[in-house]
Each structure stands twice: as structure tokens, then as C-alpha cells.
């Protein structure tokens, strides 16, 4: 149906910067919103960022606001998330994430996922 590959994921110093991307596959990629979440060892998922169709307008958790940016390229079908000065807190899983409506809402969870791509931060 609709396939969400993540990539990016690494090791890096606190401080540090990543980027993660996410091809997406199966559906009209630029008419959908999408997102990240992550899970950490022993927590359960938590919602990072996401976006509307068009990219206009951009919505984050407190704990990565001013930190992380979400961004997508519809022509390419891909999204991204840009992570500057990490901290060891935001060691997890990280999992793209697509849903069925153009808009973002915060009660509606995703419909699809990635596979994950692990971020590891040390201190």
C-alpha cells in the first residue's frame, strides 16, 4: 500500500546535527500530511513533527522546537527532518510517518509508518 523508508540515522556527540530522510512510496505523496515520531528504549512513541501537504505550515513537540526542523520536497516524494545540537535525550528510534489528510490534527495518530532509522546521541 504505501511505503514510508527512513534513512539518515547515526551516531553522533551531543551537540551535534543529523539529518533523516524518508522516501515515500504508494500514494500521492504531496497531497497528504506527514510527520516523525520516535520511540526511546523502554518509552513509548512520541510524536516529533509534522507537516501539511504544501509544506505551509509546521507543527512540534516542545521538547525539539527551535532544534529540529521539518521539511518536504514533493517533486521528489521525500521528506526530512534537519536535528541541530542533539542531546542524549533525543536518542531513540525515529519513525516517519504518513496520514490520510492533507491538514495536521493532534488527535488523528498516523496512518502509516516507516520501519525506523536509530539516532544515538552520546554524551
Known amino acids: 500500500q504505501v511505503q514510508l523508508v527512513e534513512s539518515g540515522g547515526g551516531l553522533v556527540q551531543a551537540g551535534g546535527s543529523l539529518r533523516l530522510s524518508c522516501a515515500a512510496s504508494g500514494r500521492t505523496f504531496s497531497s497528504y500530511a506527514m510527520g516523525w515520531f520516535r520511540q526511546a528504549p523502554g518509552k513509548e512513541r512520541e510524536f516529533v513533527a509534522a507537516?501539511?501537504?504544501?509544506?505551509?505550515?509546521?507543527y512540534y513537540a516542545d521538547s525539539v522546537k527551535g532544534r529540529f526542523t521539518i521539511s518536504r520536497d514533493n517533486a521528489k516524494n521525500t521528506l526530512y527532518l534537519q536535528m541541530n545540537n542533539l542531546k542524549p535525550e533525543d536518542t531513540a528510534v525515529y519513525y516517519c510517518?504518513?496520514?490520510?489528510?492533507?491538514?495536521?490534527?493532534?488527535?488523528?495518530?498516523?496512518?502509516?509508518w516507516g520501519q525506523g532509522t536509530q539516532v544515538t546521541v552520546s554524551s
Open positions: 510517518t504518513g496520514y490520510s489528510q492533507p491538514l495536521y490534527y493532534e488527535k488523528t495518530p498516523p496512518d502509516y
Open positions: 507537516l501539511t501537504w504544501n509544506g505551509f505550515s509546521t
